[in-house]
């Protein structure tokens, strides 16, 4: 008997939360109405609240077929990018972002060493060999972040109840703007509350390059 007391002692909390937590989905359109991948969404609360606990991680940008993959990354402040190079040709990789800038050129087959990411903000890396090649490393202390697929969308699951900041960032976004924002209102044991944003698109830089996406 004295176990069962303890299971439920130990239920109670859980229980508590799942009954004070909820969904967040979140929909990326473009003007047209199609659905927009690679949109980097974060949900940050009202109110002020610690920094999430986070563990370093390293995290691999790859060259092959004269692209970076993925195209875009997230990172929290702390991670590590390293680079490589799976292509037979070598890359001269580089960011000229105030967040992160540096240089290397890697040869077939190489890596690099460890970047540390140490701040928030957007790095866009391309090649200075094939100016086509471009990928965005994204980093936020933001408790949650998530980018969307195909479908443009992403949920949250399971959100304290409360109020938040939701936060869409994607490349062909304008530079040098703010991410677009909007305010949810999370309740407890709800069903999914759902926002869209619409975002107004220049031209992939992946087909049309422009040297102006590399400030960042």
């Excluded at 936020?140 to 938040?164: C, E, M, N, Q, T």
């Amino acid at each position: 008997m004295r176990q069962i007391f303890r299971f439920l002692a130990f239920l109670a909390p859980l229980t508590a939360f799942s009954a004070s937590a909820a969904g967040l989905d979140v929909r990326v359109v473009d003007q047209h109405g199609a659905p927009v991948a690679d949109a980097v969404v974060t949900v940050v609360p009202r109110d002020a609240a610690p920094a999430p606990d986070h563990k370093p991680e390293v995290k691999i940008i790859d060259q092959k077929n004269l692209m970076f993959m993925p195209y875009i990354e997230v990172f929290r402040p702390g991670d590590s990018v390293v680079f490589r190079n799976s292509d037979n040709t070598r890359h001269h990789v580089y960011s000229f972002s105030p967040v992160k800038a540096f240089e290397f050129v890697l040869m077939p087959g190489q890596s690099s060493a460890p970047l540390m990411l140490d701040k928030n903000g957007v790095v866009a890396v391309g090649c200075n060999i094939h100016d086509r090649m471009i990928a965005y490393l994204y980093i936020s202390d933001a408790p949650w972040i998530a980018h969307s697929g195909a479908d443009g969308k992403v949920r949250f699951d399971a959100l304290p109840a409360g109020a938040y900041e939701v936060r869409v960032w994607q490349p062909r976004l304008r530079p040098n703007r703010p991410d677009l924002a909007q305010t949810a209102t999370v309740l407890g044991n709800a069903d999914p509350q759902t926002l869209t944003f619409t975002l107004s698109l220049l031209p992939d830089p992946r087909t049309q390059f422009d040297r102006e996406h590399t400030s960042y």
